[in-house]
């Protein structure tokens, strides 16, 4: 695993959570190290990074099999064709400027607008993904501290990043999301898209790269998620989904323990906007617990679920003071413990 830094962070001898973070990778099992450069561009990438064809016995490969971005790339788009062709997953990190730890996790916003520019657009269009705040810079001189639960968060997934890579396509679960577009109880679609004449073919072409899944026809896409869009309307059969295979049951009690884990700031915001978990009207008694409902069509080991309904109160554009809603929070809870703690009814 490689992380991308800039190189004053040497120059000025603040390296102190470049160690810290590079430990926690280890922790996770990983081999890390710290790459800096003057100016980040294709060129000096690959020569920093990639195994000379010579000795890779072909096209030049690179030697990390994940990097973590936390420097700026002002030549993103240069780089796209050499991440493309290396491959490998880039997670993409960014600084907080504006304050310590505690200011950060009191401040609405979390990214500046200011800063969107260079630290959110600038990575994504290189192709990084999965944005995440790591390290609180404060004011101008100020020594960084790592966001420890944030920088254990990256490290984790690309841990399992690594994992999956090494995994044959058959071993692979998969889920994709459809929209509730426009808004009603039977409709899923996008704008200029044929949805389910798409998920015909995405569907296919996954069971010919060797995923566990098969072609599932058009009309069976149109056949099969309409009840589940129905589900996030009122008068809907939860019941019904669970007996009918329409639906996973995820247990009440391992929800809770994921939402334990959130900041207490978020579990205040998010219980005063939709009330305790328990009293949300997805869950519901079944084989003896509580579990919560996840309507999801299930084609082998593809799953397609429709998009939650939310109702979002926001402060302005690109704000962390979103209240989060629970069902798109239980629905990424499923997604996450997919084959575990969520189980299937049949």
């Not at 096209?59 to 099999?65: D, K, Q, S, V, Y």
């Not at 003071?321 to 629905?331: K, M, Q």
Request: proline residues 8%.
């Amino acid at each position: 695993m490689a992380l991308l830094v800039h190189r004053h962070h040497f120059v000025n001898g603040s390296t102190a959570w470049i160690d810290a973070w590079l430990r926690r990778f280890e922790r996770q099992g990983l081999a890390a190290y710290a790459v800096f450069g003057q100016q980040l561009s294709a060129a000096s990438l690959q020569a920093l990074l990639e195994v000379p064809a010579r000795e890779a016995g072909g096209a030049g490969r690179p030697h990390p099999a994940v990097l973590v971005l936390h420097q700026l790339v002002p030549q993103a788009a240069a780089l796209q064709p050499l991440l493309a062709r290396w491959g490998v997953p880039v997670l993409a990190t960014q600084p907080y400027r504006a304050g310590d730890e505690a200011a950060w996790a009191a401040d609405a916003a979390g990214l500046s607008l200011s800063d969107v520019p260079f630290y959110l657009a600038q990575p994504e269009a290189a192709g990084a993904i999965d944005p995440l705040l790591t390290v609180a810079q404060g004011q101008s001189g100020a020594e960084p501290r790592l966001i420890e639960r944030q920088a254990d968060a990256v490290a984790a997934k690309a841990r399992r990043l690594v994992a999956l890579q090494t995994r044959k396509a058959a071993d692979k679960r998969l889920v994709a999301m459809v929209y509730n577009y426009p808004p009603g109880g039977s409709n899923f679609g996008a704008s200029f898209l044929n949805v389910p004449r798409s998920l015909e073919q995405v569907s296919g072409a996954l069971a010919q790269a060797g995923y566990r899944t098969q072609r599932v026809p058009e009309q069976q896409w149109i056949d099969g998620l309409k009840p589940l869009l129905a589900a996030y309307y009122p008068g809907a059969d939860l019941r019904g989904l669970l007996a009918s295979g329409q639906a996973a049951a995820l247990p009440l009690a391992a929800y809770q323990r994921h939402f334990a884990q959130l900041p207490a700031e978020v579990q205040r915001r998010m219980v005063a906007h939709w009330g305790a978990p328990a009293q949300s009207r997805y869950v519901v008694d079944w084989q003896g617990e509580r579990v919560f409902v996840i309507p999801r069509l299930q084609a082998g080991q593809l799953a397609v679920l429709p998009q939650p309904r939310a109702r979002r109160r926001c402060t302005g554009a690109r704000t962390r003071s979103c209240t989060s809603p629970r069902p798109r929070c239980r629905t990424t809870t499923w997604r996450c413990t997919c084959g575990r703690s969520a189980r299937p009814t049949r």
